[in-house]
């Protein structure tokens, strides 16, 4: 199931979006770049509870926002070097992911994803309206310039750059947990939970730690996200990044290991390639998913139950 | 603040607007209950329902009543396309596939909409809305009260449905247990299509009744779909009963948290007591003990 070398193969997007930043191009290439590069990290956070654990999560933005906005108001109000502040951010968001993760894991799985969803939507409201701290819809502007031990950016390729370091450094945690005990505990946990408790793992636990790990990467994205459009409002906790993350994961396959990352950044370039408008993505979203959905729901149901069956 | 007359508004008030609950969230358990499905698409069927409304209404030029009587059958094809399309082909699969294939379905729905209709809010006047009249010092308009009664009609109508028709019969059947239904010959996907068709008409007669309330937007799905999961849950998954009760709960809660704080708190006070019944009783309030 894992290549040889998954250290080595995964760099093909950095390569990649360093050999087209090193031609050159305009602003706007740029960008969706480092887009795309925040949303590799978004769908290795929903790939590691919906691929290795089966859970589907609607509650990505929740962590992406939380992360966004605790980043905000570090930055804002205390002006702390940005490497701290992503540490301080990484620790509140996995505790956030504890918090939450603990009444939702105990829920059957359809209940697991109407509340992870509504978790998502309960913040989006308390951003609206917890106007003395986060100045509801009127949003935060001006978000300052990340500075990392004295050393500030504001231009593009100097983003891509620290973009690309974080996906390099979060996609080989992932591969890294993949390829441990906790990682095969992750598998038979998804394999078969029973099964797994049988042998000895704390099922909950391991689903636990894995949820808050999922929160503590989107915190991470938030982060990043917050400090590269320099302004966020209540939308950030918006549906919209989890129907975003959905295409990019399933599609892209949510039982393979690159599928997510490929999925990430080609559902955020072909979209600016063909130029849709959001409303007529978002319809030829529905209909390549509702497609893949009848066709072949793998990495979902077909694969997980011919994994069963191997077993 | 204490005013008793206030207090009796706010109830009426949360009365009507929890019967309403009620009757959109019965789609959405019904669908549960029978297939142990569960439709993300719910809450964009609802804005679709009152999106037809106001073409009916605005474009053709059709009065309310007319205009409910032809967004209605249009909803009942469009729940057969639900049941088509995302439900029958995922019975036998893991269940978030369904739950992709529907979230899929609304995000084909609400895109259709912003595109046809536009994303500003737009309004549907009917003449029950300025009609008012005053019994004992509380005030009763219109509209709210052919809410109540259309909700309360249509929950007496489908429970007589349920209870007494062949295929009310077979629902509770498959709810009851699939594998035994198929064994004494029920069409599995004859009842699949029923249930799923009963559970969006519903949908589309709260959502054609509510409309004239309030403002319409291509993303207010997204509120009612919240709501819905939360009277669902209180309620218990799969239970009708439950649901009229968690939704007119919800209702008279919403009504006075609005009434003497915001609409904020009700909406946070929602989720709260969904996290609380989930914590204490994890199947709802009537979960398992009453099923469809």
Not at chain 1, 208 to 233: K, M, R
Not at chain 2, 212 to 228: E, T
Not at chain 2, 269 to 274: A, E
Not at chain 2, 278 to 285: E, K, Q, Y
Request: aromatic letters at 10%; hydrophobic letters at 60%; glycine letters at 10%.
């Amino acid at each position: 199931m894992i290549p040889r070398s998954p250290y080595l193969i995964m760099l093909w997007w950095p390569i990649l979006a360093l050999a087209i930043a090193s031609t050159g191009p305009s602003q706007y290439v740029l960008h969706i770049l480092i887009i795309a590069g925040i949303y590799v990290i978004l769908a290795q956070s929903l790939h590691l509870v919906l691929g290795q654990l089966g859970l589907l999560s609607l509650g990505i933005p929740a962590f992406f926002g939380i992360g966004a906005y605790a980043e905000t108001l570090l930055s804002v109000h205390f002006g702390l070097d940005s490497l701290l502040s992503l540490v301080l951010v990484a620790g509140i968001t996995f505790v956030s992911g504890l918090v939450i993760g603990v009444p939702s894991l105990r829920l059957s799985s359809h209940s697991f994803v109407i509340v992870t969803l509504s978790f998502a939507m309960l913040l989006q409201v308390i951003a609206f309206h917890w106007v003395d701290v986060t100045r509801g819809a009127l949003g935060f502007p001006d978000i300052p310039a990340p500075s990392v031990l004295g050393f500030s950016w504001t231009d593009k390729t100097s983003w891509l750059i620290a973009i690309l370091i974080l996906d390099v450094v979060t996609f080989a945690a992932f591969i890294r947990i993949k390829t441990s005990r906790f990682g095969r505990a992750l598998a038979a946990t998804k394999g078969n939970e029973d099964l797994a408790r049988a042998v000895g793992f704390s099922t909950f636990r391991v689903k636990l730690l894995a949820f808050a790990i999922s929160g503590t990467l989107a915190g991470i994205a938030g982060t990043a996200y917050a400090h590269y459009i320099t302004f966020i409002d209540p939308n950030v906790f918006g549906f919209s990044v989890t129907e975003n993350l959905l295409i990019m994961v399933v599609l892209g396959g949510s039982g393979t290991v690159f599928g997510p990352m490929i999925g990430a950044v080609v559902f955020t370039v072909l979209p600016e390639l063909l130029r849709f408008s959001p409303e007529f993505r978002s319809l030829l979203y529905g209909v390549l998913l509702l497609m893949a959905m009848l066709r072949f729901p793998l990495g979902l149901g077909e694969l997980t139950s011919r994994f069963r069956r191997k077993k | 603040m204490f005013d008793p007359l206030f207090i009796a508004q706010l109830l009426l008030n949360g009365l009507v607007v929890g019967a309403a609950y009620g009757l959109a969230a019965i789609g959405l358990t019904l669908i549960f209950g029978v297939l142990e499905e569960v439709n993300f698409a719910h809450g964009e069927l609802y804005m679709l329902a009152s999106y037809s409304l106001f073409a009916a209404v605005s474009f053709l030029g059709l009065p309310y009543g007319m205009a409910v009587l032809l967004v209605l059958p249009i909803m009942a094809l469009v729940g057969f396309g639900l049941s088509q399309a995302a439900i029958l082909p995922n019975m036998e699969r893991p269940f978030e596939v369904t739950v992709l294939s529907t979230l899929a379905v609304a995000m084909i729905l609400q895109s259709i909409v912003r595109l046809t209709a536009g994303s500003t809010p737009v309004n549907v006047d009917t003449v029950f809305e300025t009609m008012t009249f005053e019994i004992a010092g509380i005030l009763f308009f219109g509209q709210r009260v052919l809410i109540l009664i259309v909700a309360l009609l249509s929950i007496i109508a489908f429970a007589v449905f349920l209870r007494y028709s062949r295929i009310g019969l077979e629902m509770r059947a498959v709810a009851q247990n699939r594998l035994a239904c198929q064994m004494v010959g029920i069409d599995l996907k004859r009842i699949a299509n029923w249930s799923v068709v009963c559970g969006v008409v519903l949908t589309g007669i709260a959502g054609v009744t509510m409309a004239p309330l309030f403002d319409l937007s291509p993303d207010m799905g997204v509120a009612i779909v919240f709501k819905s999961f939360a009277v669902v849950i209180i309620g218990g998954m799969g239970s009708a009963f439950g649901a009229v009760v968690a939704g007119i709960l919800l209702g008279v809660v919403e009504a006075f948290t609005t009434g003497y704080g915001s609409v904020a708190v009700s909406e946070g006070l929602f989720f709260i007591i969904m996290i609380l019944v989930l914590l204490i009783r994890p199947h709802g309030l009537f979960g398992r003990t009453v099923r469809i």
